[in-house]
């Protein structure tokens, strides 16, 4: 086997998501969703004829009409258009610590699993002690701690998923490190970084994007939920858990006002649960929860 | 048993020590000085001396931090930086009503959870199975508020079934009544979970041999499923609901929140805004020895699931 | 000459392949003698373990099964599973070949035992516990009263084979399937497990029908041998007959591949291997890998008449 052809397992399995992307219905559906929300949120002043931080005190606590047409909030802002603002923060977030705590949490995982040893031990057990809290306290925690910014929220969400990255990457890694491509690599004298880099790390990309997406939908979700309790980015920028915390107030007289962006968080999480979860039972029907 | 008990505790020690640097340290170099924020922009020089000295706070953090493990060898966790009275005292008065949300969140979990999720397996890619699935997959993207205020909305405003605010207080009667909405709200993402877990447990076992073999024997239908079938398939099912038990916890907090429920979330969001920082340091360490508990017994339950797994 | 216990007529099995339904049995015909051993014999693949599932009509319902399985008068393969329930594990039964993943792990082995027994027998689950210790040394399990309490993963690979063939025997069937039953033991547990079987059918009376690729096997405990070729029926004959005048081409392949004590001669393993049921060749499908094809196994032959039936153009013009 030449070097050249390490790659190749790599790149026929990225093709072949694509591939499965297409045929799964459910999983295209979810991708097709989730670009909607992005393009959406991306060109939110193209879309909505208001602006997110506008108040008109006449028309406050509204129900959906033409003018406003997912009603208005207390302070007679307009839903959709705050919804709109509310998910390019969420997405932000999401998928920026999303991303973070894929390369971080799959190089601890790589160099974990291709180490072995006190490293290995040292790693996974700073990772069991991350997952030893419940899920979101961490984040909350560390949130309450250092504050609430745009840099900590993604720090603290980070941390709470990097742990399974590190995790995922780590027991193929365990494997792939006997396999004779790898073998080869090192008797030709590359360096340990250099084999993780080019000849360990594409090899499990596949998996690791599949779950990337499932645990995007679940940064998300940590993201509405912090600023939900009172802990996301500060106002005015409207934010998808602060609004529903605000409307939740008025769950008598104008239920709508919560419920509109409480649907957004849904709809996000759910395209991207779609993606992920066709796809993952597509790669692997082992990796089923 | 309980030798098995001790081992699994004790192995967990580590991990736990490293928990409790992680809070202890977090907390000592966050920014903000607590005693400013909790008395206050316009409290004396004396009155901040004063309450530092009473916190310990001018000790080294060596000191400070050999003080926390005393107490906590001790059983203690310190006293509340506000209310003066004992972190664990409070944290056990609340602790009750998040278990009893919980566990009535698996409950629901596994009696709507586990009955969808053979049907789903029986009926393999049939149009039942498929929409079982986006429901699944739907009750699992849902966020814990959502589904809280979508039922408050239709079982408390427009019913008017159950209470808006749950107070766990009166009879046990009362207590089960008050607690059947914000269990039943918090349980959609675990009956999600466990649904989709009995799917494909349910059909990785209905492949097996032994199957085959009670076919053989002539035991009818029902009995294959429910008998010789289900009994392996609680294996990953026991998993699953110990898996997310964190989960749920995180997601209790959520639930207390909107149902107005005492409980560890009503004291963690109490604590934040207070800025209570020896409570919340008392709640991560519980939090996470209970999880420490839950993994415990997913493991004893797996020995009483599974005969082949015993505990050593 | 005795009446069947079973008779098998053109019994055909298909399964639906990338939209195509492939024959993994192709109309075979044979008949169960009572208290006889009847050994179906073949390499892997050729549909020996389909055949005998379909006895009882355990296979999936993605199976597609024509012919007809007489038992006792009634058709098996149009019974409804309710009356299959009542005769499964009662009048025929039928032991695997994996012992290691045939029985219930979570299950005690007295309760696999007794549960035959309970569903038809009405036996409440303390006699039917009792008659499961009777039934442990019938199959010669020592401490028979403590095995019962204990599960399968507590038992050797030989052992749960015993058990496996004492569930069984629980309800003294008629006829005793037995699919590969000694191909995952070892050589020496094999040869007491096929003693057992042997001695047990001559006890009680009943039929066995041995599944196995193992011609050892065969020579042991056969009364009767029926070798089957990529879903067709190529050759049956009572067991002295196979073996000093095999007249199938394969048969006789077949019988090339296993070391004899009398002869010395080369083993030849056969070339080729069995075609996968959705690239069956037109006509006899033995002729791509036999010696003899000639232009008329283009068309497939018919089996022989009479107790040593051979279905081959070549037997044909010899006889």
Partial sequence: ?????????????????????????????????????????????????????????????????????????????????????????????????????????????????????????????????????????????????????????VLAITVTILPKFARVARAPTIALKEREFVEAARALGYSDIRIMAVHIAPNILGEVVVLASLWAAYAIRIEAYLSFIGLGVAPPTPTLGTMIRDGFNHILDAPFVSIYPGFAVLLVVLSLNLVGDGLRDAIDPKLRD | MIGFITKRLLSTIPTLFGVLVIVFVMIRVAPGDPALAILGDNASQEALDAFRDRMGLNDSMLVQFGRFLSDLAQGSLGTSMVSGKPVVTSVMEVLPYTLELALGAIFFGIIIGLPLGIISALWRNGWLDYFLRVVSLLGLSFPAFLTAILLILWLSIEWRIFPVISSPTGGPIDRIYNLILPALSLGVIMVAYIMRTARSAMLDVLGEDYIRTARAKGAPGRRLILHHALRNALIPIVTVVGLYFGLLIGNAVLTEIIFNRPGLGKLIVLSLNQRDYTTLQGLMVISAFLIVIVNLLTDICYALVDPRVKLK | ????????????????????????????????????????????????????????????????????????????????????????????????????????????????????????????????????????????????????????????????????????????????????????????????????????????????????????????????????????????????????????????????????????????????????????????????????????????????PGPHAVRCWAREERV
Wanted: charged share 20%; hydrophobic share 45%; with cysteine.
């Fill in chain 3, 1 to 304: 000459m005795t009446t069947p216990l079973m008779t098998v007529e053109d019994l055909s099995i298909s399964f639906k392949i990338e939209d195509r339904w492939c024959r993994a049995v192709n109309g075979i015909s044979f008949d169960i003698l009572p208290n006889e051993t009847l050994c179906i014999v073949g390499e892997s693949g050729c549909g020996k373990s389909i055949t005998a599932m379909s006895l009882m009509k355990l296979l999936p319902d993605t199976a597609q099964l024509g012919g007809k399985i007489t038992f006792d008068g009634q058709d098996i393969l149009s019974m409804k599973e309710k009356e299959l329930e009542g005769i499964r594990g009662s009048r025929i039964a039928m032991i695997f070949q994996e012992p290691m993943t045939s029985l219930n792990p979570v299950l005690t082995v007295g309760e696999q035992i007794a549960e035959p027994l309970v569903l038809h027998k009405g036996m409440t689950w303390s006699d039917a516990r009792r008659e499961a210790r009777n039934l442990l040394d019938l199959v010669r399990i020592p401490d028979a009263e403590q095995r019962l309490g204990q599960y399968p993963h507590e038992l050797s690979g030989g052992m749960r084979q015993r058990v496996m063939i004492a569930i069984g025997l629980a309800c003294r069937p008629e006829i005793l399937i037995a699919d590969e039953p000694t191909t995952a033991l070892d050589v020496t547990i094999q040869a007491q497990v096929l003693a057992l079987l042997d001695d047990i059918r001559k006890e009680q009376g009943l039929s066995i029908v041995m599944i196995t690729h193992d011609l050892g096997v065969v020579a042991n405990v056969a009364d009767r041998v029926a070798v089957m070729y990529a879903g067709d029926l190529v050759e049956t004959a009572p067991v002295a007959d196979l073996f000093t005048a095999p007249s199938h081409p394969y048969t006789q392949a077949l019988l090339k591949t296993v070391p004899r004590a009398d002869e010395a001669f080369e083993l030849l393993p056969i070339e080729g291997q069995v075609p996968p049921i959705q690239l069956m060749p037109e006509g006899c499908r033995f002729a791509p890998r036999c010696l003899e094809a000639h232009d008329a196994c283009e068309v497939a032959p018919e089996l022989s």
């Fill in chain 1, 1 to 153: 086997m030449t070097l050249a052809d390490t790659n190749t397992p790599q790149r026929t399995r990225t093709a072949s998501l694509l591939r499965l992307a297409r045929k799964n219905k459910l999983s295209a559906f979810g991708l097709l969703m989730f670009t909607l929300i992005v393009l959406a949120s991306i060109f939110a002043p193209f879309i909505s004829p208001h602006d997110p931080l506008d108040q008109n005190i006449l028309d406050r606590l509204q129900d959906r009409s033409a003018e406003y047409i997912l009603g208005t909030d207390t302070f007679g802002r307009d839903t959709f258009t705050r919804i709109l603002y509310g998910l390019r923060v969420s997405l932000m977030i999401g998928l920026t610590s999303t991303f973070l705590a894929m390369v971080l949490g799959c190089s601890l995982g790589i160099i974990a699993g291709y180490r072995g040893g006190w490293v290995d031990s040292l790693i996974m057990r700073v990772m069991d002690m991350l997952l030893a809290f419940p899920t979101l306290i961490t984040g909350l925690f560390i949130v309450a701690v250092l504050g609430a910014n745009f840099v900590n929220i």
